[in-house]
């Protein structure tokens, strides 16, 4: 009991010292519940997944969602849960094994499925396997990939997103209406992402997208080194599971060290060019083109994808932060919890959970909190760029001779 108490002392601190950043609605709830939860290792893997599939959606906000004057995204991702859906996602919720046992659903997971429901129409679970190519699709892989989203006449000028998608999070499959849209009853021009919005709309577009260009190169050597490192960290677990000869989990467990280096030396490259990307950036707020009323809508769908992701990221920290401070004292009864799971639904899979993860949950925190980080000073770069043009109002067009 006595480092029970300790646990929630240092959490109570923490939520002193972040009570600044819990504007969020759901992440005050989150912070109140963990407060108030006994110590679990199963909950602290639930919001270290949680915050993964977080730091997915922030990806995939800034990286792959195309995005128009007329695209509704940007809105629907920026504000409160609906009632009805909040009832309906609890209940959803509530069906997973992990809340058979006394615990409430995570805050966070429920305001993660709402923005799901608004990009995709489906999406995997938690726990699944992510898939990262070497190499960026083929032309064909990309087409059917398309066709299968928007149908046979699919608009080309989706397949940098489509390739994207296909590349880096195959599992999501984005909604059709998000690749269609009219302004004023003529169809918006698209971009295939966040961050190729804000390029359109500089006037240092040539330098802003060669550094893109480069961060996107390494943004991809960084996704295939982290899951080499999950794949091997399953190979280990599975060898284990068989009992394979010690040398031969040996040889696998030598190739993590080498692969976080792998990474590390991507993350330092990334921060170089993350440095120059910020500093061109500024220069936008001092541009003075005036904006027409389809790039006006433009710049404020962007600003409103800016503010989801940063919201995203406020929750991320968060979940980080809980499941670390907890995990310690969720470890010391990790024997008590196994024996409690072991009468529950679905029992033997939760305790693979957690022994598959449990070795690696410090590392992997560590490695979401890195991209986490990089991904925020990405996107806060481009908050309030566009704010002067915004509130400009387009001069009336002469009257021709």
């Known amino acids: 009991m006595g480092k029970w108490f300790f646990g929630k002392y240092k959490l109570f601190l923490l939520l002193l010292a972040i009570t600044p950043m819990l504007g969020a609605c759901a992440t005050m709830l989150e912070a109140k519940q963990a407060y108030d939860e006994q110590p679990s290792v199963e909950m602290v893997l639930d919001r270290i997944n949680t915050a993964a599939r977080t730091l997915e959606l922030e990806d995939i906000i800034l990286r792959t969602m195309p995005i128009s004057a007329a695209s509704t995204?940007?809105?629907?991702?920026?504000?409160?849960i609906p009632k009805g859906d909040q009832s309906k996602l609890m209940n959803i919720v509530l069906t997973d094994a992990v809340?058979?046992?006394?615990?409430?659903?995570?805050?966070?997971?429920?305001?993660?499925?709402?923005?799901?429901?608004?990009?995709?129409?489906?999406?995997?679970?938690?726990?699944?396997?992510?898939?990262?190519?070497?190499?960026?699709?083929?032309?064909?892989?990309?087409?059917e990939y398309g066709k299968k989203i928007l149908g046979q006449e699919y608009n080309p000028v989706f397949n940098k997103t489509f390739a994207r998608f296909l590349r880096f999070t195959p599992d999501f499959k984005p909604k059709k209406s998000h690749f269609e849209g009219t302004l004023n009853g003529k169809t918006a021009e698209f971009y295939s992402s966040l961050e190729d919005a804000v390029i359109s709309l500089a006037d240092n577009a040539e330098q802003l997208q060669k550094i893109r260009n480069d961060m996107m190169d390494i943004d991809a050597d960084k996704k295939?080194?982290?899951?080499?490192i999950a794949d091997s960290a399953r190979e280990i677990k599975a060898l284990k599971d068989k009992k394979a000869p010690p040398a031969e989990i040996k040889a696998l467990e030598s190739q993590i060290p080498v692969h976080k280096k792998e990474y590390d030396t991507a993350v330092a490259k990334y921060d170089v060019l993350l440095k120059a990307w910020k500093m061109e950036l500024a220069k936008i707020k001092q541009q003075a083109t005036a904006f027409n009323d389809e790039q006006r809508a433009l710049a404020v769908?962007?600003?409103?994808?800016v503010s989801a992701i940063k919201g995203l990221h406020t929750d991320s920290v968060t979940l980080i932060t809980i499941a670390l401070l907890k995990l310690p004292t969720s470890v010391m009864g990790l024997p008590d919890e196994a024996m409690r799971l072991a009468g529950s639904p679905n029992a033997a899979l939760r305790l693979a959970r957690i022994y598959l993860n449990l070795s690696a949950l410090s590392e992997?925190?560590?490695?979401?909190?890195?991209e986490l980080l990089q991904t925020y000073d990405e996107t806060s770069a481009m908050d309030g760029l566009f704010d002067s043009r915004i509130k400009t109002v387009t001069a009336p067009r002469k009257a021709e001779k």
Request: glycine share 2%; no cysteine; hydrophobic share 40%.
């Open 73 to 80: 995204w940007p809105a629907d991702a920026n504000r409160e």
């Open 99 to 143: 809340f058979s046992a006394g615990f409430r659903p995570s805050a966070i997971r429920i305001k993660v499925m709402y923005e799901q429901t608004i990009f995709f129409e489906s999406w995997p679970d938690l726990y699944y396997e992510r898939k990262f190519m070497d190499k960026p699709p083929s032309n064909d892989a990309i087409k």
């Open 224 to 228: 295939k080194v982290l899951r080499d």
């Open 301 to 305: 769908n962007i600003q409103a994808g």
């Open 364 to 370: 992997n925190a560590s490695i979401i909190k890195n």
